[in-house]
């Protein structure tokens, strides 16, 4: 049958995306999932918030006939407003969880072949939502303060680019937060070369010290930005719950494919989200995920200062659930993880292969602290530190 199949199937198919997923092997250690902690999911006052919108009248049990969603738009447009991006709720769109947003944004944007800037890791799921619709990647490397512009530019002078993808704030996998000066001048170099930009925000209040700096959506002065946001990481994933904010003539475009593709989302979800926000603290909640988190990321940054071998750096984020492990040049993450880690010192990753489009990236890791305990995160940096030690010493890997 494959002959049959599209041309997608084989692209999205080799994403990467399986390697997230916990491992069966009882013994092992797996700091590859974004996933958040599911101890921190406010299972009690979901519980009545549901309760609360199953029994309404009428009950959300049916196609949505009228604007059901605008009560929970105008609170996100709220926060949104509340958090330094002045947004009114008739331009906020309700998603099944911000990986949709990814699809309908390139599925709006991207014929086979556009040029399309990601940054150099970027977040695994967002190439498996792109790579269906087969743009010419332009992959723009990381430095401490964000991507690198200087790259960027030359790449915006030489080639033909439709669309920059970023995650500004603690980006997923490296932690790094973009700087005040390098947004402005985003901003600026998409203006001028013509170019959409997709800032990804799922983390955005998950900042565990310092300031917030202005997302790009604030910044924006074109109404070229498309931002997406996500309860995923800061309620539940398992609502499936996402929203998307953009400009009018690209929201207009973006809500006729979201309707053609699912014609709308839960309506239940909607209400339950709604009265969760209407009768608790959803500030209240985020503080309570900060102050968890944090402790979590302290406990990594301690473990990897204490196991990690010398040559091995890593990043210090400042929020979100990632730090990005990197290893000297010429050493393979993936053939240590496959011959190494996993079968000899149970403890897992997400490689750099699966983080950059196309080939050449192997000396880099995506580990996860947000979903392990302490002394998992102890005991399993120790595992790794010794793995990575021993190889580093084979020419093999």
Same mark, same amino acid.
């Given at each position: 049958?494959?002959?049959?199949?599209?041309?997608?199937?084989?692209?999205?198919?080799?994403?990467?995306?399986?390697?997230?997923?916990?491992?069966?092997?009882?013994?092992?250690?797996?700091?590859?999932?974004?996933?958040?902690?599911?101890?921190?999911?406010?299972?009690?006052?979901?519980?009545?918030?549901?309760?609360?919108?199953?029994?309404?009248?009428?009950?959300?049990?049916?196609?949505?006939?009228?604007?059901?969603?605008?009560?929970?738009?105008?609170?996100?447009?709220? =926060?949104?407003?509340?958090?330094?991006?002045?947004?009114?709720?008739?331009?906020?769109?309700?998603?099944?969880?911000?990986?949709?947003?990814?699809?309908?944004?390139?599925?709006?944007?991207?014929?086979?072949?556009?040029?399309?800037?990601?940054?150099?890791?970027?977040?695994?799921?967002?190439?498996?939502?792109?790579?269906?619709?087969?743009?010419?990647?332009?992959?723009?490397? !990381?430095?401490?303060?964000?991507?690198?512009?200087?790259?960027?530019?030359?790449?915006?002078?030489?080639?033909?680019?439709?669309?920059?993808?970023?995650?500004?704030?603690?980006?997923?996998?490296?932690?790094?937060?973009?700087? !005040?000066?390098?947004?402005?001048?985003?901003?600026?170099?998409?203006?001028?070369?013509?170019?959409?930009?997709?800032?990804?925000?799922?983390?955005?209040?998950?900042?565990?010290?310092?300031?917030?700096?202005?997302?790009?959506?604030?910044?924006?002065?074109?109404?070229?930005?498309?931002?997406?946001?996500?309860?995923?990481?800061?309620?539940?994933?398992?609502?499936?719950?996402?929203?998307?904010?953009?400009?009018?003539?690209?929201?207009?475009?973006?809500?006729?494919?979201?309707?053609?593709?699912?014609?709308?989302?839960?309506?239940?979800?909607?209400?339950?989200?709604?009265?969760?926000? $209407?009768?608790?603290?959803?500030?209240?909640?985020?503080?309570?995920?900060?102050?968890?988190?944090?402790?979590?990321?302290?406990?990594? !940054?301690?473990?990897?200062?204490?196991?990690?071998?010398?040559?091995?750096?890593?990043?210090?984020?400042?929020?979100?659930?990632?730090?990005?492990?990197?290893?000297?040049?010429?050493?393979?993450?993936?053939?240590?993880?496959?011959?190494? =880690?996993?079968?000899?010192?149970?403890?897992?990753?997400?490689?750099? $292969?699966?983080?950059?489009?196309?080939?050449?990236?192997?000396?880099?890791?995506?580990?996860?602290?947000?979903?392990?305990?302490?002394?998992?995160?102890?005991?399993?940096?120790?595992?790794?530190?010794?793995?990575?030690?021993?190889?580093?010493?084979?020419?093999?890997?």
């Amino acid at each position: 049958m494959e002959e049959e199949f599209a041309s997608r199937v084989s692209l999205t198919s080799k994403s990467g995306l399986n390697a997230i997923y916990p491992s069966q092997d009882p013994e092992m250690i797996s700091f590859t999932g974004g996933f958040p902690d599911a101890s921190l999911f406010p299972k009690e006052e979901l519980a009545q918030s549901f309760q609360s919108a199953i029994t309404s009248k009428p009950a959300p049990l049916q196609y949505q006939v009228g604007d059901e969603s605008l009560a929970l738009r105008k609170k996100i447009a709220t =926060l949104l407003t509340n958090d330094g991006t002045p947004t009114d709720s008739a331009f906020v769109m309700m998603t099944q969880g911000a990986q949709q947003g990814l699809d309908l944004v390139a599925k709006l944007l991207i014929n086979k072949g556009d040029g399309l800037v990601v940054e150099g890791p970027t977040y695994i799921g967002a190439l498996a939502a792109f790579d269906a619709y087969e743009p010419t990647y332009y992959s723009v490397g !990381m430095q401490d303060d964000g991507m690198n512009l200087s790259d960027l530019k030359k790449i915006l002078i030489q080639k033909s680019v439709k669309m920059i993808y970023t995650i500004p704030d603690f980006q997923n996998p490296t932690g790094i937060v973009m700087s !005040m000066e390098k947004r402005r001048q985003l901003i600026a170099l998409a203006n001028k070369y013509d170019v959409i930009i997709l800032e990804d925000a799922p983390y955005r209040w998950l900042r565990y010290e310092g300031r917030s700096l202005p997302s790009l959506k604030a910044l924006d002065t074109q109404s070229r930005v498309i931002q997406l946001g996500s309860f995923s990481k800061i309620l539940a994933p398992g609502l499936r719950l996402g929203w998307l904010t953009a400009g009018n003539d690209l929201y207009s475009r973006l809500q006729e494919l979201k309707a053609a593709s699912d014609l709308e989302t839960s309506n239940i979800m909607i209400q339950t989200v709604n009265a969760y926000l $209407t009768d608790y603290s959803l500030d209240a909640h985020l503080r309570k995920l900060q102050q968890s988190y944090r402790v979590k990321r302290d406990a990594m !940054m301690q473990a990897m200062q204490k196991y990690l071998p010398a040559q091995a750096s890593y990043s210090f984020p400042k929020g979100g659930f990632f730090t990005w492990v990197t290893m000297p040049d010429g050493f393979d993450f993936e053939k240590a993880q496959t011959r190494l =880690l996993l079968p000899n010192f149970h403890v897992m990753v997400i490689p750099a $292969t699966h983080l950059f489009p196309g080939d050449g990236h192997k000396n880099g890791a995506r580990v996860s602290f947000s979903t392990v305990s302490l002394s998992q995160i102890d005991s399993g940096i120790k595992r790794l530190g010794e793995g990575l030690s021993v190889g580093s010493q084979k020419q093999s890997i």
